[in-house]
């Protein structure tokens, strides 16, 4: 049991190590928005099985949509490291309890990919109601120009645009 409690930790913290490099390039992750073009040209996510060689190649490459995700290669690549540090030790009783912290950790990276997602497109939509509001009042003082006669008799910065400028500083 001593020898399996080992086993476990040792897993444990590669796995740890694994999903926090993970969170880590998500943080750092660009996401970019996917328009029904782009997922389009990026092929289906699960390959389609053809009779022949073709349909065996599509099987073992995966989908160029994920090979795009630097992340996931990250957490994939620790979580490699983590089970090749048990290739040649791993005590079969220790089986189920490394399962279920595989199982406890991937659900973690699914919670921090979740995460990262509604944090970007949160700024996102931020980030589009802060334009529109520019835009908005861009069009107000180029409206406003136009009727008084150009530039010449334009109103000076206002406290409307003070407060837009200070929203777009934020």
Known sequence: PLFCVAVVRLFHRGLDVAVHRFQLALADYRWNPLSSATSAAAGPLTPMADSGAKGRAELESPPSAL??????????????????????????????????????QLFGAIHALGDARNLARAVAAREQDVNARTDASAQKLTAKQATSGGAAGAAPFDEEHFRIFVGMMR
């Open 67 to 104: 090979l795009k995700f630097a992340p996931l290669a990250i957490l994939l690549n620790g979580v490699l490291s983590a089970l090749n540090e048990l290739r040649m030790c791993c005590p079969v009783v220790a089986i189920s309890a490394l399962r279920d912290e595989l199982e406890t």
